[in-house]
């Protein structure tokens, strides 16, 4: 979903957008219609509420203000971690045992709800298994050994221990002292994902406009109304699935999350044998830093090198200046590598690093601040999200429980109170504690 601040409509000119799967031409809402089920905003939340809402029977409809997977859902690093942002460790720590056990069932189901609506739909996104986190320092190690430890304890036990000879049959770089593999990770291309499930959810009955921004939004009303450019939509149900980009449309979810960039660019196609000396088992890394790197192999053999934040998301100057000497630190053997594509996109992040779902009202829905693992998050909470409208509130109930914590000095002040923290847990990476 795009706020009517944003002029743009067409996609960002990424790999992700020049690689894309066909799509037909969305025609934006013209007039004033009633359906079951209102959703704003085509990203993976939005699409993935709607996917299982028509699977159940339900007259659902999507309005975006630019295009399927315009947001970070076509955007992304295109990579299916498993878990959420804040630790099981901090979960269990700040709201009790029973959250982290439940949250430790489900930290696993977005990247399996992905691999499903792959396989039952056939959807081209060019799937491929396992993902590693790597290790700069030995005390980065000993904290993803303790994750492994604490998820193990919770019956999830997907992970290996890398020492660095281990760690260098994956990843041929000489920066890291380890890691550990998540063979229930894996990677996809994003946009072609979005793209998949908008079609899925088409065939069977949803109905999509694109650059359809929310202008007004009515949750008090007994039936949700929102008014767009050339129209209005009257529904019985109301899904907002904005998340960074719904900007002050929605006023009492505005201070809830503060929009991140992150940055990624893609290089020139490096071709078989180099792609495979890099990245010999073509899985996808993040290191455990706290401005961390991402990257993986794309399906034409280019390096998707991603990283870096700008808080209150805003564009970044010049994304190649931020990110090529990270990658040529990993790989010096990029060091004359052409850069074909730079872009950044927005996601939404929440002070505890735990998502938000809740309800405005009684028939207003809204899900939001994946703080960064939202391939996999937005797919879980778009089930769970069904399920609520659908009569069984029972998980839906205990995120709408989990009380969300504001942002310190409020909107004014969080963008420079997120900058110095991440300017301390920085300098703890490079100082190795």
């Known amino acids: 979903m795009l706020n009517p601040g944003y002029a743009a409509t067409s996609h960002t000119s990424s790999y992700y957008a020049a690689s894309a799967n066909p799509a037909p031409e969305r025609p934006p809402l013209q007039g004033d219609i009633t359906t079951d089920i209102l959703i704003v905003g085509a990203g993976y939340s939005g699409l993935s509420t709607g996917l299982h809402l028509v699977e159940k029977g339900y007259k659902v409809v999507i309005i975006e203000a630019a295009q399927v997977g315009w947001g970070a859902s076509g955007r992304n690093g295109g990579q299916i971690v498993n878990g959420l942002n804040a630790s099981l460790q901090t979960i269990r720590k700040r709201y009790g045992t029973d959250t982290a056990n439940f949250v430790a069932g489900l930290v696993q189901e977005g990247g399996e709800i992905i691999r499903q609506r792959i396989k039952t739909y056939d959807i081209q996104c060019d799937l491929k298994e396992g993902n590693i986190f790597t290790a700069y320092t030995g005390a980065h190690m000993r904290e993803l050994e303790a994750r492994m430890?604490?998820?193990?304890?919770?019956?999830?036990?997907?992970?290996?221990?890398?020492?660095?000879?281990?760690?260098?049959?994956?990843?041929?770089?000489?920066?890291?002292?380890?890691?550990?593999?998540?063979?229930?990770?894996?990677?996809?291309?994003?946009?072609?994902?979005?793209?998949?499930?908008?079609?899925?959810?088409?065939?069977?009955?949803?109905?999509?406009?694109?650059?359809?921004?929310?202008?007004?939004?009515?949750?008090?009303?007994?039936?949700?109304?929102?008014?767009?450019?050339?129209?209005?939509?009257?529904?019985?149900?109301?899904?907002?699935?904005?998340?960074?980009?719904?900007?002050?449309?929605?006023?009492?979810?505005?201070?809830?999350?503060?929009?991140?960039?992150?940055?990624?660019?893609?290089?020139?196609?490096?071709?078989?044998?180099l792609a495979r000396d890099l990245m010999p088992t073509d899985v996808c890394v993040e290191d455990a830093r706290y401005i961390l790197d991402y990257y993986r192999m794309s399906a034409d053999k280019r390096m998707l090198f991603g990283g870096g934040?700008?808080?209150?998301?805003?564009?970044?100057?010049?994304?190649?200046?931020?990110?090529?000497?990270?990658?040529?630190?990993?790989?010096?053997?990029?060091?004359?590598?052409?850069?074909?594509?730079?872009?950044?996109?927005?996601?939404?992040?929440?002070?505890?690093r735990v998502p938000q779902m809740g309800r405005l009202g009684n028939n207003t829905y809204f899900a939001h601040g994946y703080s960064g693992h939202g391939v996999t998050g937005s797919h879980t909470f778009g089930r769970i999200l069904a399920e609520a409208i659908n009569g069984d509130r029972s998980r839906f109930d205990v995120f709408e429980k989990v009380p969300w914590i504001p942002f310190p000095g409020g909107r004014l002040f969080r963008v420079p109170y997120s900058v110095a923290g991440s300017w301390w847990y920085s300098l703890r990476d490079k100082l190795g504690i």
């Open 149 to 273: 430890k604490l998820w193990a304890g919770y019956g999830i036990n997907n992970q290996q221990i890398l020492d660095k000879e281990q760690l260098r049959m994956h990843v041929r770089s000489d920066v890291y002292v380890g890691g550990v593999i998540d063979h229930s990770g894996g990677h996809i291309h994003p946009l072609n994902l979005a793209l998949g499930e908008a079609a899925a959810f088409e065939k069977l009955g949803g109905v999509i406009y694109e650059h359809t921004p929310a202008i007004q939004v009515d949750t008090k009303a007994a039936k949700p109304v929102v008014k767009t450019r050339d129209g209005s939509i009257t529904c019985n149900t109301l899904v907002l699935c904005g998340n960074a980009y719904l900007g002050q449309v929605v006023p009492a979810l505005t201070s809830r999350v503060m929009p991140v960039s992150t940055l990624v660019m893609a290089t020139e196609p490096l071709g078989d044998e």
């Open 309 to 352: 934040v700008v808080y209150g998301g805003t564009d970044p100057h010049d994304i190649k200046a931020k990110l090529l000497p990270n990658m040529r630190k990993v790989f010096p053997q990029l060091k004359s590598a052409r850069i074909d594509f730079a872009w950044s996109g927005n996601f939404a992040l929440s002070f505890s």
